[in-house]
């Protein structure tokens, strides 16, 4: 069983989509951030160190000769004194091995006179002045030293305890060892300090940054897998810091990633639904205009009255029934815009609601008859009939027989742009419902409602290029004011508007 499953999972592998195959291979080839971080510590500290074996390299050089100096100055004596003068040669090759010098030469004044020195003394390849303090050549003449392969011959000058001066010539090779030792010693130092020294900080940056931004990592990726699933959104850790906030931010962002991502889920499946039910709803509302057409033939004159008013209903259901599943895949056809009179586009809104009739509602028309609009006739009825009835049902919700309930409808021109007013004076629009109050399913006022209406108001005028917004008013009540443009706007550009 085990290689039936072996042999599907190299399947899946090979059908996984190419971009992501190179990204998992990057990230396993790739140290992670803790081996980058501890190799950096490292190398730091290291840097560091190195830094200061440069100028010790340099003083342990000049140390050394001024211990051979020394050494050489004690033997002057000796060789200088009376009972020294003819001091054998065999002695005196034994004493110049012992300080390490092939020559020792005293200088008082402008006198030079030459204490010891083998028969043959070897030519000087180099000068050093222990007179002089340590400047930033001797540490180049120290690394001359360290890199020269071949022997070579100083000349070493240092003062004497009498202000006189004395020269040595030696070899560069005991002090090459002694300088390799001694920088083979520090190195090994360096490198255990270093160790030593980055593994705290390199424990303290892990539990300070590479442990919180893993956490963070490990988040975004556990909950890019479900993002619909509530229960992988992080649980910020409280931090007051940078990181803190980057967790509570990406909280924020993933609540709010996975409400809008619920949200489409829904819309799709009523868009689904909604689907379905077109169909037969259509046949339905085509069967019933059928019947309206045979009705509108009898001579009745309530009938002739009646008649023409339920075939433009019904011709507006089916309309609506055909962009309902465009709705739902959150897309307005474009406006057929035209010159349209504003005052029989309201008359036909306040029929359909029956509020010539209504027992508790004025309804006041505040729109002159010659008053035009550039718009499409169709969707800004539909506009109207949102906002007219929203604000029906907002003042029948009232039981109080002594509340004042009125709606009117107000219309002014200002330059190229026509204004438009829905007012009511019901309970008006709640604080928390402001915030969402265009949105689909997120801006309902009333118990029950889904903001659909509003939703779809709004999309129609922005496709208008116009903007609606609820205003505040003079009085109690809810006032939304539409602006309309005359001049025709491009429909992209204005769903993208609407998308921003």
Known sequence: MSEPRQQAGDAEAMTAPAADRPAA????????????????????VMVT?????????ATFRLRFLEDRLATAQAASILLDSAAWSDVP?????QLLATVGATAIVARTGDATRLLAAIEMPPTVDETVDLRESMSPGSIGAAFSTLLAFEPRTLRVIGPTHDGNSLELVISD????????RFGGTILALSALISIIAAIPIY???????????RRLSQAMVHFSEDP??????????????????????????????????????????????????NHDLRNLLASAQLFSDRIAALPDPTVQRFAPRLVATLGR???YCQTTLAYGRAREREPSRRLVALSRVVRDVVEVLGLESHATIHCEIEVEGGFEIDADPDQMFRVLLN????????MDGEPDPAVIRRLSIEAERQGAVALVRVCDTGPGVPERARANLFQAFQGGVRPGGTGLGLAIAAEIVRAHGGTILLVDGDGPGAVFEITLPDRPVAFDRARRAQAR
């Open 25 to 44: 291979a990057r990230r396993r080839r790739v140290p992670s951030l803790s081996v980058k971080l501890m190799i950096l510590t490292v190398i730091f």
């Open 49 to 57: 160190g190195i830094a200061g074996f440069v100028p010790t390299m």
């Open 89 to 93: 040669r065999r002695v005196q090759d």
């Open 173 to 180: 090779r005991p002090l090459r060892s002694a300088m390799l």
């Open 203 to 213: 424990i303290s940056l892990q539990r300070l940054f590479v442990r919180p931004m």
């Open 228 to 277: 619909e699933d509530k229960a992988r959104i992080i649980t910020p850790s409280g931090r007051a810091d940078e990181i803190g906030v980057a967790e509570e931010e990406l909280a924020a962002m993933q609540r709010q990633l996975s409400d809008t991502l619920l949200q489409k889920t829904h819309l799709a499946d009523l868009g689904l639904a909604v689907s379905k039910v």
């Open 317 to 319: 259901a089916i309309d």
């Open 387 to 394: 906002l007219c009835r929203n604000a029906v049902q907002a």
